[in-house]
């Protein structure tokens, strides 16, 4: 099913063209030395926006990885220069794609990224399956921790 929904997507849902916003972005933010880690983490962006269904993308800490110093900093200047740009724009086209009914799970798909695009740095796209599995086991640790 989620083939189809992704071969949908890609074709009529505004996949390619998002898609490939997200790899140009990357490109630009590449071209600076300070800018290669949002880079990186755009080009995984890219990779969900052209083909979102069956995937999820969940924080890297959810997945057993370390939060890298400086994250929130770059964070916050992707958001400024890059990120309100395409969320922008993943917002117009989920609101266009919400008017009719078939079109609703590519609104909701492209909302889900719009969301990503304020904060690219220390997401990982994993399927749905592992999405589920990391956000049980980052739970427990939390509950295990106030506990004690």
């Known amino acids: 099913m989620s083939f189809i929904g992704n071969l949908l997507w ?3 849902g505004g996949g390619f063209v998002l898609g490939l916003s997200w790899l140009l972005v ?15 983490a755009c080009f995984r962006i890219a990779g969900f926006a052209f083909l979102p269904f069956g995937k999820e993308l969940v924080p890297a800490e959810f997945l057993g990885e370390k939060r890298i ?9 992707w958001c ?20 009719t009914i078939v079109g609703i799970p590519f609104g909701l798909a492209n909302f ?3 969301i990503a695009a304020f904060a690219p740095l220390g997401k990982r796209t994993v399927s749905k399956d592992i999405a589920e599995a990391a956000r049980s086991r980052s739970a427990k640790a939390a509950v295990d921790a106030k506990i004690g």
Do not use: E, K, R
């Open 10 to 12: 890609f074709v009529f």
């Open 26 to 40: 990357g490109c630009v933010w590449c071209l600076t030395i300070v800018g290669i880690p949002i880079g990186i």
């Open 69 to 77: 110093a400086g994250t929130g900093i770059m964070n916050f200047l």
């Open 80 to 99: 400024i220069f890059s990120g309100l740009w395409l969320a922008i724009a993943h917002v117009l086209t989920g609101l266009a794609d919400c008017m």
């Open 112 to 114: 889900q990224i719009a």
